[in-house]
């Protein structure tokens, strides 16, 4: 492919403004994606570059619908218009990221050729290519991120407010996300509030966030403890622990969660739950409990792959699954008998429902509060 320049941001400075012109080629970027896969992707599988290389060539059908590609399993052919434009065989390594790499330059090649819409887009090609390739292939989280998209995804949600607020003899606080100022939020609505008989804690629609933040609010509730685990690819783990204060006295405290709860809200949930720290209310979390690390490339765009996953403290896989609440306000809007509907026994399934605007939820968390005084 042609040489093509623009700037590359250093891993250690990858969010950083500081931007050094260099040239590179398609393929060059191509290849340390496919090698930072192998490397650093936590549920890398032998098949993995191959489905990527194929996955990424299937994309050009995106770019002219006039092409295609298939895949026989021994070969690789492309079509223009229903006709044979170019086939080659598959490299007998399926690991080897140099042939693979020649295959797709060689087909893309081949596309220029006879499609004017690929020439006219040529800039869009290799993004068209690893994105389709990388997103499509593995964990549905690990992410390439064309230049400029990075930052937008990253920072997405992570600014919205830290809500605290009295409800008559009960501390109300939302966390939509959680950022480099919830913790200091916290502490001050704690601090102000200090005659609070109990805490609700939502974190309903919360997108997560700073995770570092996170299991510092987590922390601010708890007393000593296993807060969760996290494997990596050696498949070691690793402890995260509270410190022996709880911050809110040990106050009578519900959480509230639903369909929406992801990722670091769902780990502040879980850590709660499980040292029976306060109740939880609401429906099944969203499920997203991996740790993904970011790789700057030559081309400015930037790869999130998945290094490892997070468990609960009793050692409970999150990822894919969620956290159940130890009650299931699932399609409820109103009940006869609260006393009975709050002592139920926890359901093992629980369907996942959003419930960020559900005023039940809310009701319920005040009588469990109430009953506790």
């Known amino acids: 492919m042609n040489k093509k320049y623009f700037g590359i941001i250093p891993l250690s400075v990858l969010l950083s403004s500081f931007v050094q012109a260099q040239e590179y080629t398609d393929a060059e970027v191509y290849q340390t994606g496919l090698k930072l896969v192998q490397d650093k992707y936590i549920n890398y599988q032998a098949q993995d570059t191959e489905k990527i290389a194929i996955n990424g060539l299937k994309s050009l059908h995106q770019m002219d619908k006039n092409l295609s590609v298939a895949d026989d399993g021994k070969r690789v052919t492309l079509y223009y218009k229903g006709r044979v434009v170019r086939s080659h065989l598959k490299p007998e390594d399926r690991q080897n990221i140099q042939a693979w790499s020649k295959l797709n330059d060689n087909m893309v090649k081949a596309a220029q050729k006879v499609s004017k819409e690929i020439n006219k887009r040529d800039f869009e090609i290799l993004d068209t290519i690893m994105k389709n390739g990388i997103?499509?292939?593995?964990?549905?989280?690990?992410?390439?991120?064309?230049?400029?998209?990075?930052?937008?995804?990253?920072?997405?949600?992570?600014t919205r407010n830290f809500v605290a607020n009295m409800q008559d003899?009960?501390?109300?606080?939302?966390?939509?996300?959680?950022?480099?100022?919830?913790?200091?939020?916290?502490?001050?609505?704690?601090?102000?509030?200090?005659?609070?008989?109990?805490?609700?804690?939502?974190?309903?629609?919360?997108?997560?966030?700073?995770?570092?933040?996170?299991?510092?609010?987590?922390?601010?509730?708890?007393?000593?403890?296993?807060?969760?685990?996290?494997?990596?690819?050696?498949?070691?783990?690793?402890?995260?622990?509270?410190?022996e204060e709880d911050k809110t006295e040990d106050k009578p405290l519900v959480v509230l969660v639903d369909a929406k709860t992801t990722s670091a809200a769902e780990l502040v949930a879980s850590a709660i739950q499980v040292q029976s720290r306060g109740k939880l209310i609401g429906t099944n979390t969203f499920g997203k409990a991996s740790k993904q690390e970011l790789y700057a490339l030559a081309n400015g765009a930037?790869?999130?792959?998945?290094?490892?996953?997070?468990?609960?403290?009793?050692?409970?896989?999150?990822?894919?699954i969620g956290i159940i609440p130890d009650i299931c306000t699932y399609g409820q809007d109103d009940v006869i008998d609260m006393e009975k509907f709050i002592n139920q026994k926890k359901k093992t399934n629980c369907s996942k429902e959003e419930r960020e605007k559900q005023e039940f939820d809310m009701t319920v968390a005040k009588y469990i509060i109430d009953s506790e005084l």
Request: charged content about 25%.
């Open 302 to 320: 930037v790869l999130g792959l998945t290094r490892g996953y997070f468990y609960s403290a009793g050692g409970e896989a999150l990822d894919k």
């Open 135 to 158: 997103n499509k292939t593995l964990d549905g989280v690990s992410q390439y991120y064309p230049e400029g998209q990075s930052d937008a995804a990253i920072e997405k949600g992570i």
């Open 169 to 243: 003899h009960i501390l109300y606080i939302k966390i939509a996300a959680f950022n480099q100022h919830t913790v200091k939020n916290l502490e001050k609505a704690l601090a102000e509030n200090n005659n609070a008989k109990g805490i609700i804690l939502d974190l309903r629609g919360s997108v997560g966030g700073d995770l570092a933040e996170a299991l510092k609010v987590a922390d601010m509730f708890l007393s000593g403890g296993i807060m969760i685990l996290e494997t990596k690819s050696d498949g070691d783990f690793s402890y995260y622990h509270a410190d």
